[in-house]
């Protein structure tokens, strides 16, 4: 039996909730649109979203209070604590495995990397979002 993507996004970020107290606040499948699914995680101070697009992982990450449109791009965020990123996003060509070989790397780079924005530090957001507008990102 196959797992379903919502059930491979919980599994590669458990320890978000384990580690971190985050609960599942929204999570979506959608089998007949290329099996897309979305999970959304929060916290007091954080949420995190994690989405299946066409076999590609995308995260978001934002302070709880803001609305979602003003949520970080995953790969902005991690090149700030890591300037050395080439790339945040890598999509295997092989087909099987695909998304998880995505889902682990993700996930690991969020936890080791991030840690502040999991924390709820988002004194970084200002200085993202101008270089976002300030370069091809």
């Not at 949420?47 to 299946?52: A, D, G, K, P």
């Amino acid at each position: 039996m196959t797992t379903l993507p919502i059930q491979l996004i919980k599994q590669y970020f458990q320890y978000l909730m384990d580690e971190y107290g985050f609960c599942v606040d929204r999570e979506q499948y959608s089998p007949d649109t290329m099996g897309n699914a979305e999970v959304v995680v929060k916290l007091d101070s954080t949420t995190v979203q994690v989405v299946i697009d066409r076999s590609q992982v995308l995260i978001k990450v934002g302070a709880t209070e803001w609305s979602e449109r003003k949520w970080l791009d995953f790969a902005a965020v991690a090149r700030y604590f890591d300037p050395s990123l080439k790339e945040a996003y890598v999509f295997p060509e092989v087909a099987e495995m695909r998304v998880e070989i995505q889902l682990d790397r993700l996930a690991h780079m969020l936890r080791q990397d991030c840690e502040p924005v999991l924390r709820g530090d988002f004194s970084m957001a200002k200085q993202i979002r101008e270089r976002r507008r300030g370069s091809n990102y």
